[in-house]
């Protein structure tokens, strides 16, 4: 049907006989010949017909003839292979998705997933699939799964790889599809399904994790951006290693001046005093943990990794999740996610792997999903069994796949590089 793609025409000697395929998306008569425009997943070149042609816009079409220009064929034959019912050339859907920009985005989004396959493959972690239904779900209460036929879609791989873990796997990795509902939340950071890369370490800790972060992100920008150094607007970014390391109260007192010291304490009444001192008023209903997101959320996160990335560490105890406690100061947690550009990138734990504990938390964050409205779905007893079993000391990371190519490509949304992001 064809022998040689149309961006390759080009290195075809003068006036050979060459045969091409795709799409006619120009098409027109001349006095004495057609004149039009064919495009296949390679790119577009001009030809030119005998006015015999029975070719039509939109038409996908085989096209012999000889390559008189990189970009001229001069065509002695034509077959006509699809005649669409209607024109995809006047279809917003056709438009968008022949958008040579989303074949770009699409290609630079499977090259990201070749880098990152290959770095973790090089320092023998293990890719895994365990699946996108599940029984039993997470139980933060932050995130909402969407249930389907009694189960759930995962909204984070994390409580079947440590089952991994516990069962012997020691280093594993997860480029895993999920999909967290939000409550209508939708922007350019967030999207209903999303990917997310996911791995753990046994027997090691939180500095082979940043580690790992920091080799991760410099390859990717080399590889994918072809520099080191990444620019958004009129800032850069620079990835190579150390990155910025400061703790959550630290980022507190920098960023938003606001002492974090009666947070940690559990002294509410205190912190939000200390907030209001710093601009923070307080709102009707608001609890401890609701001001800490929202000074979090509008005053540190978007300075955090504007010139390096940041790694925020010792989150608040209240906010351990899966995390162990740290045992020097039993009011923060062995937690640190990573920013840059103000964007948070990847939530990471020294796990905890005490089941009594983790089964008191568990009890503890189901009734503040109920409290919230929201269906906690059945207890993860599965997940505590392997704890029960013993899983190893270990260390996770979890990074939104979909923003780190943000980062890399210097885009401002998600949605570049979905072919299809109407949310679910």
Known sequence: MRDTRIADLGSRAPHAAVRVAGRIVQLKRGAAHLCGRIADASGRCRFRADLAADLRRGDLAALAGRAAAPDLLLVD?????????????????????????????????????????????????????????????????????????????????????????????????????????????????????????EWYRAYEGADALIRDMEGLFARCAERVAGRAVLRQGGAELALAPPFERLTVREAFLRHAGVDLEPFLDGDDAAFRRAARRAGFAARRGEDGESLFFRVLLERVEPRLGRERPALLTSYPARMAALARLDAEDARVCQRFECYAFGIELANAFVELNDPLEQRRRFAAERERKRAAGLDPGPFPERFLNALERGMPPAAGAALGFDRLLMLVCGAQSIDEFIPFPDPL
């Open 77 to 197: 034959e034509t077959r006509l292979l699809v005649r669409p019912a209607r024109d995809p050339c006047a279809d917003p859907e056709q438009r968008r998705l022949s958008r040579p920009a989303l074949r770009r985005a699409l290609e630079r989004r499977a090259l990201l997933a070749r880098v990152v396959r290959s770095f973790f493959d090089e320092r023998g972690f293990l890719e895994v699939e365990t699946g996108q239904l599940v029984d039993e779900p997470g139980q933060e209460p932050t995130l909402e799964p969407f249930f389907c036929g009694g189960r759930a879609l995962i909204t984070s791989p994390e409580l079947r790889m440590k089952r991994l873990l516990a069962a012997g796997f020691e280093r594993i990795y997860e480029l895993s599809h999920c999909f967290r509902s939000g409550l209508g939340e939708r922007s350019p950071l967030h999207h209903p399904e999303f990917t997310l890369l």
